[in-house]
């Protein structure tokens, strides 16, 4: 029987070694949303759901994952703004895949983030 772990998409070793650095970047260096958001989801505060940061899953690299739900936030800043056809294609072949893909814009997080926690919780009951 196969476990569900082993059919997710993965990172390849040499694709990651290109991401990394970009990942480590990302990590160290978040938007003020990102940051805001973390400190609400890390060490599994968030209905004991752990989530993992700037995760790679095959070549993209999502802001926020949550593997037992197999749910993708992504924080949208004003580089969103004008590519928009791009993450329309990611979120896409994100789905395709078995994965949940939520969205919210930095201004979400930073001026109403006891809504944005709510449809995160909802989507962490989706099956």
């Not at 329309?88 to 994100?94: G, H, T, V, W, Y």
């Not at 997080?109 to 989507?123: E, G, K, N, P, W």
């Amino acid at each position: 029987m196969t476990e569900s772990w082993e059919v997710e998409w993965r990172t390849t070793p040499e694709l990651w070694e290109k991401l990394k650095p970009m990942v480590r970047q990302h990590r160290t260096e978040p938007t003020a949303a990102e940051s805001k958001l973390w400190s609400y989801v890390r060490n599994r505060q968030l209905d004991n759901f752990r989530f993992r940061r700037q995760h790679p899953i095959e070549r993209f690299i999502v802001d926020f994952y949550c593997r037992e739900a197999k749910l993708i936030i992504e924080v949208d800043g004003e580089i969103h703004d004008y590519t928009a056809n791009e993450d329309a294609i990611r979120q896409e072949f994100l789905e395709l895949q078995g994965y949940q893909v939520s969205r919210f814009s930095n201004d979400e997080i930073l001026t109403d983030l006891s809504a944005v926690i709510q449809r995160i919780r909802q989507a962490l009951k989706r099956p």
